[in-house]
């Protein structure tokens, strides 16, 4: 069974980076692709960002292309999120998650790392 866990989050100033890793372990071949979701206080998750376990396709959320970058390293089972050129608003939980073949939604998800942008 896949499981994913994520790490990186802190503090950061206005303008600074991060970058996120989700390693995952049990039954990776399985995987189809991965997102980075984050959800700031008070509001809905949302999608980040995604990349397909084999193609290596990536999609964006239109408030962060351009500044963030996701990639994956196969032989570690590994995706990262590069969070660059960071804003307040980027303060959220980050979390990780797994989406499978033929399945429309994610349903393997990490305990989420926090990410907070002081202005």
């Known amino acids: 069974q896949v499981q994913v866990v994520e790490s990186g989050g802190g503090l950061v100033q206005a303008g600074g980076s991060l970058r996120l890793s989700c390693a995952a372990s049990?039954?990776?071949?399985?995987?189809?692709?991965m997102g980075w979701f984050r959800q700031a206080p008070g509001k809905e998750r949302e999608f980040a960002a995604a990349?397909?376990?084999?193609?290596?396709?990536?999609f964006y959320a239109d408030s962060v292309k351009g500044r963030f970058t996701i990639s994956r390293d196969n032989a570690k089972n590994t995706v990262y999120l590069q969070m660059n050129s960071l804003k307040p608003e980027d303060t959220a939980v980050y979390y990780c998650?797994?989406?499978?073949?033929?399945?429309?939604?994610?349903?393997?998800w990490g305990q989420g790392t926090q990410v907070t942008v002081s202005s």
């Open positions: 049990g039954g990776t071949a399985s995987i189809y692709t």
């Open positions: 990349i397909t376990w084999s193609g290596g396709s990536t």
């Open positions: 998650a797994v989406r499978f073949p033929a399945r429309a939604d994610y349903t393997v």
